[in-house]
């Protein structure tokens, strides 16, 4: 079992940055990859950004402007978010795979409670 928890969202207004981090503990050796979601009201859920090894992938959303990173050594997941708008506005998800065939789908096998980013104009 990997047990994954956010921290960082808050309000920030458009222009502005965020960094978001997501602390693993558990089983951690058995991810293969990690990839922080979103989902806005309404809408659906968004995979934004994934990383395994040194590749990252990123949604042409958040493409230039979203950063994805991680130690290993403290085994944390980072997001940086800059040149933020208010259509980021979401809740942000990090999550964890164990197989590589989940990383650039939905399927992971593990998932945080999630934190806020509201992003006001």
């Known amino acids: 079992q990997v047990q994954l928890v956010e921290s960082g969202g808050g309000s920030v207004q458009a222009g502005g940055s965020l960094r978001l981090s997501c602390a693993a503990s558990?089983?951690?050796?058995?991810?293969?990859?990690m990839g922080w979601f979103r989902q806005a009201p309404g809408k659906g859920l968004e995979r934004i950004a994934t990383i395994y090894s040194e590749t990252t992938t990123y949604a042409d959303s958040v493409k230039g402007r979203f950063t994805i990173s991680q130690d290993n050594a403290k085994k944390i997941l980072y997001l940086q978010m800059n040149s933020l708008k208010p259509e980021d506005t979401a809740m942000y998800s990090c999550a964890a795979a164990e197989e590589k065939w989940r990383c650039q789908g939905y399927w992971y096998n593990y998932w945080g409670q999630g934190t806020q980013v509201t992003v006001s104009s």
């Open positions: 558990g089983y951690t050796s058995s991810t293969y990859c």
